[in-house]
T-cell receptor
Framework: GENVEQHPSTLSVQEGDSAVIKCTYS??????FPWYKQELGKRPQLIIDIRSNVGEKKDQRIAVTLNKTAKHFSLHITETQPEDSAVYFCAAGGSNYKLTFGKGTLLTVNP | NAGVMQNPRHLVRRRGQEARLRCSPMKGHSHVYWYRQLPEEGLKFMVY????????ESGMPKERFSAEFPKEGPSILRIQQVVRGDSAAYFC?????????????FGPGTRLTVL
């Protein structure tokens, strides 16, 4: 089955800096890669996703890149703000609709 | 348009009791997924259901766990004879019937504590 590795497990940045979180996946059949943000005690919220026919997608301060050959994808957050502090999860999905999640990255943005 | 609803939000059970977790998908969504999240862990897929059908239950333990999504009413995740290791947050997600690939929207979760 699919296996998703996520790094780093914790990331601390200063407000205004950029943050990058990286994920690798194992199943070449995976074609959908969402990113979720989860605040403490809350539900995971979809913040951006990318499909395998696209190499990069951007939404304001958030961007995701996908390298299908290397089987890795990354989340980039620019101009970080304290409210970006949360746990971020990457996931990979295929035609079976099942999502396999990474273990998460705790992002702390220091004012 | 209400999001995915789950109840109860918190559930406390003693070992050996049964736990029933309910999930109502977003309006117009016919696909339901259940995930389990242990403390400081990612979400682990348990089961994927459509109305009256279990499509994929490969992530669900073979014993004590069952799930259903009846024609009417919410999806139910049932855990019989709970043990301490079942303590976790259980999240339900739903997605539209077609088109949007795997785009899944999550409910607020049920936090199960087994004493």
């Amino acid at each position: 089955g699919e296996n998703v590795e996520q790094h780093p497990s914790t990331l601390s940045v200063q407000e205004g800096d950029s943050a990058v979180i990286k994920c690798t996946y194992s199943d070449s059949a995976s074609n959908y890669f969402p990113w979720y943000k989860q605040e403490l005690g809350k539900r995971p919220q979809l913040i951006i996703d990318i499909r395998s026919n696209v190499g990069e997608k951007k939404d304001q301060r958030i961007a995701v890149t996908l390298n299908k050959t290397a089987k890795h994808f990354s989340l980039h957050i620019t101009e970080t703000q304290p409210e970006d502090s949360a746990v971020y999860f990457c996931a990979a999905g295929g035609s079976n609709y099942k999502l396999t999640f990474g273990k998460g990255t705790l992002l702390t943005v220091n004012p | 348009n209400a999001g995915v609803m789950q109840n109860p939000r918190h559930l406390v059970r003693r070992r050996g009791q049964e736990a029933r977790l309910r999930c109502s998908p977003m309006k117009g969504h016919s696909h339901v997924y259940w995930y389990r999240q242990l403390p400081e862990e990612g979400l682990k897929f348990m089961v994927y259901l459509q109305k009256e059908n279990i499509i994929d239950e490969s992530g669900m333990p073979k014993e004590r766990f069952s799930a259903e999504f009846p024609k009417e009413g919410p999806s139910i995740l049932r855990i019989q004879q709970v043990v301490r290791g079942d303590s976790a947050a259980y999240f339900c997600a739903s997605s539209p019937p077609s088109g949007s690939y795997n785009e899944q929207f999550f409910g607020p979760g049920t936090r199960l504590t087994v004493l």
